[in-house]
């Protein structure tokens, strides 16, 4: 059975970071790509960033230059760091594994999914 649980969420304040992480198990994804999406309340869900199997990275502009996704294949792990945190970063953040090797923006593009983890960015 997979599953993907995130872990690292909490609540900051403004200018803060924090490092988010995502484990896999029962399978090994380190030929899938991962992506990162986030959920504020009352909005739909959307793409935050997402890593290819080689490491290249792919993110939102809401988020460049801000967040960072790493992947550690031997760990079947993946890592958001997000720094210089906004208010509008707060959401349930969730990673997700893709359908093959690449990153994409729309959900459907991905076929495991994690439960979530809260972040909440205070002024």
């Known amino acids: 059975q997979v599953q993907l649980v995130e872990s690292g969420g909490g609540l900051v304040q403004t200018g803060g970071s924090l490092r988010l992480s995502c484990a896999a198990s029962g399978r090994t994804f380190s030929s899938s790509g991962m992506g990162w999406f986030r959920q504020a309340p009352g909005k739909e869900r959307k793409f935050v960033g997402g890593i290819m199997t080689g490491g290249w990275t792919d993110y939102d502009d809401s988020v460049k230059g801000r967040f960072t996704i790493s992947r550690d294949n031997a760990k079947n792990t993946v890592f958001l760091q997000m720094n210089s945190l906004k208010v509008e970063d707060t959401a349930v953040y969730y990673c997700?594994?893709?359908?093959?090797?690449?990153?994409?923006?729309?959900?459907?593009?991905?076929?495991?999914w994690g439960q979530g983890t809260q972040v909440t960015v205070s002024s």
């Open positions: 997700a594994v893709a359908r093959d090797g690449g990153v994409y923006l729309f959900q459907s593009a991905y076929d495991y």
